[in-house]
């Protein structure tokens, strides 16, 4: 399973890269492995301004619906507009070409309260 060090990470199992005052969200390796094939990404929160723990959107899968959380307070400044035609990146590419929104953080500060990538193993009990 693939965890990359250099991101951070929440219990609801997204990924976030911080660069500057901007992340960028995804979901992780192991959630698309749950999830399974993912056939519809929709998120209808660009310019809109969200606090930590609000839904951004959903993923739907051939089995299932996920709510996606905001992992920081701020405005998604940025969708994926290539998952809406390509959700299969998300199983494929998930920390790449799957990625989910970008967000221009309100409060740097919350990032203290991610996981790391060792916290996130431990989580899901690799």
Known sequence: ?????ELKYTKEHEWIKIDGDVATVGITDFAQGELG???YVEIETEGESLDADEVFGTVEA???V?????????????MNSGIETDP??????PYGAGWMIKIKMSDVSEIDNLLSADAYKELIGG
Do not use: C
């Open 1 to 5: 399973m693939n965890i990359p060090a």
């Open 37 to 39: 094939d993912i056939v």
């Open 62 to 64: 051939v089995k299932t």
């Open 66 to 78: 996920s709510d996606l959380f905001m992992p920081l307070s701020g405005e998604v400044l940025e």
């Open 88 to 93: 299969e990146s998300v199983n494929k590419d």
